[in-house]
């Protein structure tokens, strides 16, 4: 059977060709190292002229729009458009990211701009308010906003002689903004009589309070402080879209194809006309430009880069060259060069170099070209037009072979047959066109089967067939020249197809996710023999399969870079790279493909880092199949944490009913009662879904958790103190570590984090607005000023505080699966770690932002879910316990080393000076050398180790250990079995403390003349607890099923127990032994109680909406209670026992004789 595992092959990018010229400006420049840097699709590009070597930044999700570089000319800046937008500043040496800012603007970032010491950046939104953000970008945080304007505003500078003031300008305005404080105050400026009110399209400050703008009429307009002062009356011939301002001058270029520069006075000093120039053309428009010493950058609205040198200013140097205008659909490979031929709406077909990295070769076509193919002699080029025409041109001097026009609608997909014979052509007319080449193309055969448009064909090895797939998802079957449908299926069974480019089909089935449409990937291309699959999708995602890929779900690897819908993608003639066409973004991508046999030498190849949010696909490119989870781990991740009515729902809640019954009642309220109750002992430790919760204080108490109740524990006396600020079920808890503060996370729809100290029991900060439903995980830093916490949302968001200040440092999404535990470095306060479902990820800090790469296992390893993780004596090394018992050692985000640790899942770790300790499932604590190479000691967890001074009963022996933790001479353990234990190093366990496990507790009964009380639970225990000091459980009973309630004898000799399934017991209540049972109802028992006096009778209530009469002295049913409507809730005796009084869920009450 077909492994679904992801291929052990990777795709690197190598180039890009193209450059964003449309819809952009100003985003072209020479980097310190004078390189040059600019945009294309979602990926920065810095190009090296002298080595024509590229470098790419991958940190966006979607079309970068705006660039600006920082003063020291390394850095840079690119914002992108998307529903949550953010901007990257990185360095263009690394190709890293530095910090990313985010949370402010929507819908996209549309200009950008550094101060003159590099330290602040302004942005613009393309929000309806064109809101303007000053940031403080290193740290990430915004220090003031404002609304820019109700129009679109097109550029925005600092003044670099007033370090706060600004210029923006737009759509009939500018403005000058004045910062001050947090403050952004804006003054329009007055265009007077000096000039018209028009559109300003770009600008640049200067001394003296000057500015200098360019207008949409091709003037230059001179400002001084807010007035126009003076107007360069045609500096174009129409409107200039980009000045750029340096040491010499300045620098202008227009919509009429000129460069001119000016002096430090904007007096000109020359024009370069680019159109007049041996590359010029009738209609280039210059969208950005820098000038830079003695050579010029330009860029175009038709997406080229030129370079111009000053003294050479009539022969400019075409760097880069890209599609413009339109969609790019039309893609096709050599079959025997390295070169690949790309056709767009902007009717121009290109033949681009993949070893040169170069365009070679240019035609412009009538029409919009919308799929290309190349002759198996690769001398005819076949091109599928928008109206519906063919056209076939010679490669060698591309000249016209043959045009044809035989279909109304847009030829979608053509190939050659591997016999070079014929040519099929599929249309969105529904049919596939097919001509003999040899005969001058003349149409020798019609496929018509299909009942939509024809999306993909391929041609069977013998060119006697070709399947099809059109827009509906079917594939048909022809035979060729005929163009009879094969409707028979034996026939086809030993076809072999010269290409795999159909995306259905039974080898291509586990290419599908789940619930996706039919059309979400655009292009396949099979490398038979690598065995991979390449895919294109709608989401700009580019996937390696293996090939066939026969069973759903299979694992991918997956590479990001274009913006949006990727058309086509295919593999060059002898499969060294992998050509991708992006239809909005123009682009093209040459990515090197490294074959297995390569990655194992490649260890450098680890996961890119990105704030690309590639977890959205149901698959993240795992190495292997995981392996199934243990069954604890599954039972866990089942629990939902949602609720229909939260705590902090409640006061609303209470408020309407207030409300609703104010006008029905006008009873005056009772008082509330004198007396009060104080909470005094909690039995219970929270670990069947929890872990690493379990800590010393720095003098010696023992904190943990449980229900909604921070618990400070003094083992000594056994007494307990209370954190009582949480309003829900906490789920996480972290020490300070000074040990004398604590963080405390729970569940919630805007769950809060609470900070507070172990000695007062007070709060000293309390964290919310970032997280829904609840915090899974939360942890200090070495220095305790910096608080991590994970959600558990769908993206498990991940938060870095300044808990002191209550502020936000830097957010992101975590991973789709769960997340259990977040680590932070010790070393290094920008870094951690966190560990869950598939998945291990070392996260650094950037700015506002977090940058996450993926834990790297090498081809030959196994992917595993990962339960705990600490670091270790290094920043570099970090240490993580998984579901099947092994500890990782890792080495930055290599996995370098697995040691098997216990039999089953290791769930709790702790780092020690010199070595670790662990705890698995198998209910053994583990001590290790500081390298996990030798294990120095164990323990189990059994009943027989039990010291004289225990707290109660050990449930079972070999628990599953949840926590653990070390101090004060002792190993502290946590059970899901809600079990606190204290392990002394020389052997004996003593039981500190507790409770019933997962599941429900509604049972509960207090003796009628002891200091003592039974509970029974959805746990399926029975337990009797001392309310005495002591403290402690006195006994406990294993159930078949879970119970709901149960009620002590008046005499306290006996203990009546009703269970789930309808059964109840009557029990001995000094040994927990049976002494009578009945089973007759099906549902729930929900209430049992004793008749007064001697306990003659027992009334039980149960979900069938019945109470049942037992004469416990005969030990039989002696009556049963009906009438109520719905299933009874509670019960009660009259004194005499002659009545019996019960609540059914309708809020009715019922008397009963």
């Known amino acids: 059977m077909a492994s679904r595992s992801a291929p052990n092959c990777h795709l690197r990018l190598e180039w890009v060709y193209g450059y964003r010229g449309h819809q952009c400006r100003n985003n072209l420049y020479y980097t310190a190292a004078k390189e040059i840097v600019y945009f294309v699709a979602g990926v920065g590009v810095v190009y090296s002229p002298r080595e024509h070597r590229q470098k790419f930044y991958r940190g966006h999700s979607d079309d970068i729009i705006s660039l600006a570089l920082h003063p020291d000319r390394v850095l840079v800046a690119t914002g992108q458009v998307g529903k949550e937008p953010y901007i990257c500043v990185w360095d263009s040496y690394t190709v890293q990211t530095i910090s990313v800012l985010k949370d402010i603007h929507t819908h996209g970032i549309a200009c950008l701009s550094f101060d003159l010491e590099g330290q602040r950046l302004v942005s613009v939104g393309l929000d309806s308010k064109n809101a303007i953000c000053v940031w403080d970008w290193r740290k990430g945080k915004m220090l003031s906003m404002a609304p820019g304007h109700t129009d679109r505003i097109f550029d925005i500078s600092w003044d670099l002689y007033q370090p706060n003031k600004l210029v923006s300008c737009g759509v009939k305005h500018i403005k000058f903004w004045s910062l001050c404080g947090n403050s952004l105050t804006p003054k329009r400026g007055v265009f007077g009589k000096a000039g018209d009110l028009q559109t300003i399209l770009c600008l640049a400050c200067a001394r003296d309070e000057l500015t200098y703008s360019g207008a949409l009429s091709g003037d230059v307009y001179v400002w001084k402080g807010v007035n126009l002062i003076r107007t360069i009356q045609g500096a174009h011939m129409a409107g200039i879209f980009s000045m750029n301002a340096c040491e010499e001058g300045f620098a202008t270029g227009g919509r009429d194809g000129c460069i001119r520069l000016w002096d430090l006075t904007f007096k000109p000093i020359t024009v370069i006309d680019l159109r007049e120039t041996d590359q010029g053309y009738k209609g280039l428009s210059v969208r950005s430009v820098c000038w830079r010493g003695d050579h010029i950058l330009v860029g175009t609205q038709d997406s080229e880069i030129f370079e111009i040198v000053v003294h050479e200013r009539n022969k400019p140097f075409l760097i880069m060259q890209g599609h413009c205008e339109g969609e790019l659909w039309a893609l096709a490979v050599h079959p025997t060069k390295p070169l690949a031929m790309t056709g767009s709406d902007d009717r121009s077909v290109r033949i681009w170099s993949l070893i040169d990295h170069a365009l070679i070769a240019r035609c412009n076509m009538e029409e919009p070209i919308r799929c290309a193919a190349v002759s198996t002699d690769g001398i005819h080029l076949a091109l599928g037009m928008k109206d519906g025409s063919l056209t076939v041109l010679r490669v060698r001097d591309m000249t016209e072979v043959v045009h044809i026009k035989d279909r109304k609608e847009a030829i979608h997909e053509l190939k050659y047959s591997p016999d070079g014979t014929f040519l099929a052509v599929g249309s969105n007319d529904s049919s596939v066109d097919i001509y003999g080449v040899v005969q001058r193309y003349k149409k020798v055969g019609e496929c018509v089967g299909s009942l939509s448009f024809i999306t993909h064909l391929d041609w069977s090895s013998d060119s006697r067939y070709l399947q099809t797939n059109d827009g509906s998802g079917k594939r048909l079957f022809y035979r060729i020249p005929s163009g009879k449908e094969v409707s028979n299926k034996e026939e086809m069974k030993g ?659």
């Open 495 to 1153: 076809v072999q197809w010269a290409s795999w480019t159909c995306v259905s089909g039974l080898e291509v089935n586990g290419i599908w996710p789940k619930y996706s449409e039919s059309n979400d990937i655009n292009s396949v291309d099979g490398n038979f023999i690598g065995q991979v699959l390449v895919t294109a999708d709608d989401y700009g995602i580019i996937k390696l399969f293996r090939y066939p890929c026969l069973r759903k779900g299979a694992k991918f690897k997956k590479y990001i870079g274009h913006s949006a819908h990727i058309t086509n993608v295919r593999w060059s003639h002898d499969y060294q790279w992998v050509i991708s066409i992006g239809g909005a973004d123009h682009s093209v991508f040459q990515w090197k493909f490294i074959p297995e046999r390569k990655l194992k030498d490649s260890l450098h190849i680890a996961p890119q880092e990105s704030l690309a949010d590639s977890n959205s696909d149901e698959s993240d490119s795992d190495q292997s199949d995981v392996p199934e989870l243990d069954s604890e781990i599954e039972q866990e991740t089942q629990i939902t944490y949602h609720r229909q009515v939260y705590k902090e729902d409640l006061p609303q809640l209470k408020e309407q009913c207030r409300e609703k019954h104010k006008s029905a009642t006008s009873k005056r309220r009772v008082q509330a009662p004198g007396q009060s109750i104080r909470l005094h002992f909690v039995h219970g430790y929270r670990g069947f879904d929890c872990r690493s919760n379990l800590f010393y204080t720095q003098i010696g108490e023992i904190v943990y958790h449980v229900a909604a109740v921070g618990v400070i524990y003094n083992r000594q006396q056994n007494t307990q103190r209370f954190y009582l600020g949480h309003d829900d079920d906490i789920l996480c808890l972290a020490i300070h570590p000074l040990k004398d503060y604590v963080a405390t996370g729970q569940v919630g729809r805007d769950p809060s984090i609470h900070i507070w100290d172990t000695d007062t029991t007070k709060p000293l900060s309390i964290l919310k607005g970032y997280h829904q439903y609840g915090v899974c995980a939360v942890d200090f830093s070495a220095d305790g000023k910096r608080l991590a916490s994970v959600g558990i949302d769908d993206s498990h968001t991940i938060v870095l505080w300044d808990w002191k200040k209550g502020e936000k440092l830097s957010v992101t999404r975590g991973n789709k699966d769960k997340i259990f535990v977040v680590k932070m470095n010790p070393y290094m306060p920008d870094k951690l770690i966190t560990a869950g479902i598939k998945h291990m990820k070392f996260w650094r800090r950037a700015g506002g932002g977090l940058i996450g790469r993926k834990g790297y296992i090498g081809p030959q390893g196994k992917s595993d879910t990962m339960m705990c993780a600490v670091y270790g004596w290094t920043e570099e090394m970090a240490f993580s316990g998984t579901s099947t018992g092994d500890v990782c050692i890792w080495k930055d985000v290599f996995l370098i080393k697995t040691v098997k640790a216990h039999d089953g899942p290791v769930f709790s770790m702790h780092a020690l000076e010199k070595g670790f300790v662990t705890g698995g499932k198998d209910g053994v604590v583990a001590l290790w050398d500081d390298s996990f190479e030798r294990c120095l000691k164990t323990y189990a967890i059994k009943r027989a180790s039990l010291a004289p001074g225990s707290k109660g009963l050990l449930l079972e022996d070999n628990p599953s250990i949840r926590a653990i933790s070390l101090g004060h001479g002792h190993i502290l353990v946590g059970t899901k079995n809600g079990e606190i234990l204290e392990v002394d190093k020389s052997g004996p366990i003593t039981l500190l403390v507790q409770g019933h496990m997962e599941g429900d507790v509604w049972g509960l009964a207090t003796h009628p003349h002891l200091p003592i009380c039974a509970t029974v639970s959805d746990d399926k225990t029975l337990r009797i607890w001392d309310l005495s000091p002591s403290h402690c459980m006195l006994a406990v009973r294993k159930l078949k099923k879970g119970g709901r309630c149960c009620c002590f004898s008046p005499d306290g000799k006996a203990l009546a127990v009703g269970l789930n399934d309808g059964s109840f017991l009557i029990v001995n209540a000094d040994t927990l032994e049976d002494l009578v049972s009945f089973h007759h109802r099906k549902d729930v028992i929900s209430d049992i109680r004793f008749s007064p006096g001697s306990g003659k009778y027992l009334a039980v209530a149960s979900y069938d909406s019945f109470v049942d009469i037992y004469n416990v002295m005969s030990s039989k049913r002696v009556g049963i209670c009906k009438g109520a409507t719905s299933y009874i809730t509670h019960i009660d005796w009259d004194l005499r026992g002659r009545k019996n009084w019960l609540g059914i869920v309708d809020k009715c009450a019922w008397f009963l004789l």
